[in-house]
């Protein structure tokens, strides 16, 4: 039974996640300083106000931080962009690269003009409905 778990554990997929998953924590952390440190006094600016995390109204006594929704909306922009321009648009191109090298296989049959079933391209007549073919070109 351990066997199994331990076989598991070990395949690629299942290390390749754990590694990405601690990597795109780590990744998060810095973007969420990034986001305190760089864009909060930013937009703080456009706003007025020292730090907009702190950023609040009330609505009958009820407190509605707004600003902490705006530094992690903020971070998740800056993490979803992050990825695609960083790992979805380079993984996009390197599989484009790699199709383009696969150029499609000559075709070895055609239609025949009469019945459109597939016949070899050297044939001279039609193995389904025995109407002549010309050569080629179909």
Known sequence: MLDGFKKFILRGNVVD?????????AFGGVVTEMTKAFLTPLIALIVG????SKLKFYVHGTEFPIGEFINALVSFVLIAAAVYFFV??????????????DKPPDPTTKKCPECLSEIPLDARRCAHCTQPVMGRAA
Do not use: E, Q, S, T
């Open 17 to 25: 996640m754990a590694v990405g998953v601690v990597i795109g924590a």
């Open 88 to 101: 979805v648009v380079p993984v996009n191109l390197l599989v484009a690269r790699m199709h383009r090298a």
């Open 49 to 52: 106000k020292p730090d907009y």
